[in-house]
């Protein structure tokens, strides 16, 4: 299922928003609060694209986040995936 | 009687040896030949093995870019600038892209796996320590094929030397 603009922005938003994190204990509460403005029938597609642009920060991205950066991107690839 | 034999005995162990010793000769010779083939055939069989193992890692190299830069165009057809125009079809297009990488990627993947898994390449580079060279690149190449089988559900690849060899390389 192709996402819309919405959830796409959503889910970029998620994941800058995560990657600025120092504190990775509530990396579960903003995808959580994240996926309730998904409609019920697209939550999956947005929590698998989500964990893709994750997978492109560990695989291009990870010398220019910097910070905690790499430590957020595992803990929120782990979590994403138990709710997929 | 006794002299003819004895004549006879003479003669024929005489013309044995001559033709023993240069039969002798001509085997060593081949032998030596054989030898010197075996040698040469051995060094090229070597060298040849070298460079196959030296082409297929520089596949996997070239594969593992084009992969990356697939899952960045993938991910870029989705930023908000590229929204802004938002077209499906290009991001059908990118995530297809995506997929013919993988593909490519992890069959070449697989192929070096059970090349490094037979005994033969450990015998030919007894100096090469396979598992320390790779151990990490393939734990990477799990994460990847993870995220693709999660999200590319009818995805049929299958990884089966690679999958074995990661398992031992594990357990140890």
Same mark, same amino acid.
Request: with cysteine; charged share 30%.
């Given at each position: 299922?192709?996402?819309?603009?919405?959830?796409?922005?959503?889910?970029?938003?998620?994941?800058?928003?995560?990657?600025?994190?120092?504190?990775?204990?509530?990396?579960?509460?903003?995808?959580?609060?994240?996926?309730?403005?998904?409609?019920?029938?697209?939550?999956?597609?947005?929590?698998?694209?989500?964990?893709?642009?994750?997978?492109?920060?560990?695989?291009?991205?990870?010398?220019?986040?910097?910070?905690?950066?790499?430590?957020?991107?595992?803990?929120?690839?782990?979590?994403?995936?138990?709710?997929? | 009687?006794?002299?003819?034999?004895?004549?006879?005995?003479?003669?024929?162990?005489?013309?044995?040896?001559?033709?023993?010793?240069?039969?002798?000769?001509?085997?060593?010779?081949?032998?030596?030949?054989?030898?010197?083939?075996?040698?040469?055939?051995?060094?090229?069989?070597?060298?040849?093995?070298?460079?196959?193992?030296?082409?297929?890692?520089?596949?996997?190299?070239?594969? /593992?870019?084009?992969? &990356?830069?697939? %899952? +960045?165009?993938? !991910? *870029?057809?989705?930023?908000?600038? @590229?929204?802004? /125009?938002?077209?499906? &079809?290009?991001? %059908? +297009?990118?995530? !297809? *892209?995506?997929?013919?990488?993988? @593909?490519?990627?992890?069959?070449?993947?697989?192929?070096?796996?059970?090349?490094?898994?037979?005994?033969?390449?450990?015998?030919?580079?007894?100096?090469?320590?396979?598992?320390?060279?790779?151990?990490?690149?393939?734990?990477?190449?799990?994460?990847?094929?993870?995220?693709?089988?999660?999200?590319?559900?009818?995805?049929?690849?299958?990884?089966?030397?690679?999958?074995?060899?990661?398992?031992?390389?594990?357990?140890?």
């Amino acid at each position: 299922m192709i996402l819309n603009f919405k959830e796409y922005t959503i889910s970029k938003n998620l994941v800058e928003e995560i990657l600025k994190l120092n504190n990775a204990s509530t990396i579960e509460k903003l995808i959580d609060d994240a996926t309730k403005k998904i409609d019920n029938n697209k939550i999956r597609p947005f929590l698998i694209h989500t964990n893709s642009l994750f997978l492109n920060v560990l695989l291009n991205r990870l010398q220019e986040v910097g910070g905690k950066g790499e430590e957020n991107t595992k803990r929120a690839r782990e979590i994403i995936r138990t709710k997929i | 009687m006794l002299e003819i034999y004895k004549e006879c005995t003479f003669t024929s162990s005489s013309s044995f040896n001559w033709i023993g010793f240069l039969t002798l000769c001509v085997a060593a010779f081949a032998l030596y030949i054989a030898r010197t083939n075996l040698i040469a055939l051995k060094r090229s069989h070597k060298v040849q093995s070298h460079m196959n193992l030296i082409n297929l890692e520089n596949e996997v190299r070239r594969n /593992n870019v084009k992969l &990356k830069e697939s %899952i +960045q165009e993938h !991910t *870029n057809s989705t930023t908000q600038e @590229e929204l802004q /125009n938002y077209d499906p &079809k290009k991001i %059908i +297009q990118a995530k !297809t *892209n995506r997929e013919n990488c993988f @593909e490519i990627y992890v069959t070449s993947v697989d192929k070096l796996a059970s090349l490094i898994g037979t005994d033969y390449l450990s015998k030919q580079f007894s100096n090469r320590n396979w598992k320390e060279e790779y151990h990490d690149f393939f734990k990477k190449v799990m994460v990847i094929y993870q995220d693709h089988t999660l999200e590319f559900q009818n995805s049929e690849y299958k990884i089966p030397n690679f999958e074995k060899l990661l398992e031992e390389w594990n357990k140890k």
